[in-house]
């Protein structure tokens, strides 16, 4: 099956400086990579997404690039505020028929510091 | 964000006691996920239903059962089977996969063992 891994756990930066939280996953058949987050007791909410033909993505502050080869990913927000404090989720899954089983890295708790 | 809902959002089980989560959606969703979130680690995948009396195992599937007889509806039972089920418990759900891939989650039910 597919594994994620998410680095760095924990991650604190100063307001207005960007910040990066890479992913790598095992299975190269995986074709779709979402990215969640999850604010203090509240649910995880889809921020951006990114499929396998496409190498990078962006979303105002927020970016999503993917190198297939290497077969990892990452999420990079700039110009961050306090408000982009939480935990960030990635995930990755295959595509086919009407399966939807995603696999979660393990999170990063990321914290903007005043 | 309302149109999925997790009942109750606080629960205390005694060791050896069955317990079911409630998940509801009025989204018209045809797929419903359960997964357990324990601190510092990923979503893990307890089951997930494609369409109403079909559902399979997660990779955590042991000492839970689920059910699927309406579409509106995916409740999670914790068996005394399950050696540790204090956890999150989040339930989410899909649209059709062929139009979004986007999971949606509800607000969470937090199990603790007594």
């Known amino acids: 099956g597919e594994n994620v891994e998410q680095h760095p756990s924990t991650l604190s930066v100063q307001e207005g400086d960007s910040a990066v939280i890479k992913c790598t996953y095992s299975d190269s058949a995986s074709n779709y990579f979402p990215w969640y987050k999850q604010e203090l007791g509240k649910r995880p909410q889809l921020i951006i997404d990114?499929?396998?033909?496409?190498g990078e993505k962006k979303d105002q502050r927020i970016a999503v690039t993917l190198n297939k080869t290497a077969k990892h990913f990452s999420l990079h927000i700039t110009e961050t505020q306090p408000e982009d404090s939480a935990v960030y989720f990635c995930a990755a899954i295959l595509l086919s028929g009407s399966a939807r089983q995603l696999t979660f890295g393990s999170g990063t708790q990321l914290t903007v510091l005043p | 964000d309302g149109g999925i809902t997790q009942s109750p959002k606080y629960l205390f089980r005694k060791e050896g006691q069955n317990v079911t989560l409630s998940c509801e959606q009025n989204l018209n969703h045809d797929a419903m996920y359960w997964y357990r979130q324990d601190p510092g680690q990923g979503l893990r995948l307890i089951y997930y239903s494609q369409i109403v009396n079909d559902f399979q195992k997660g990779d955590i599937a042991e000492g839970y059962s689920v059910s699927r007889e309406k579409k509106e509806s995916f409740p999670l039972t914790v068996t005394s089977a399950q050696k540790n089920p204090t956890a999150f418990y989040l339930c989410?759900?899909?649209?059709?996969?062929?139009?979004?891939?986007?999971?949606?989650f509800g607000p969470g039910t937090r199990l603790t063992v007594l």
């Open positions: 990114i499929r396998s033909n496409v």
């Open positions: 989410a759900s899909s649209i059709d996969p062929g139009q979004s891939n986007e999971q949606f």
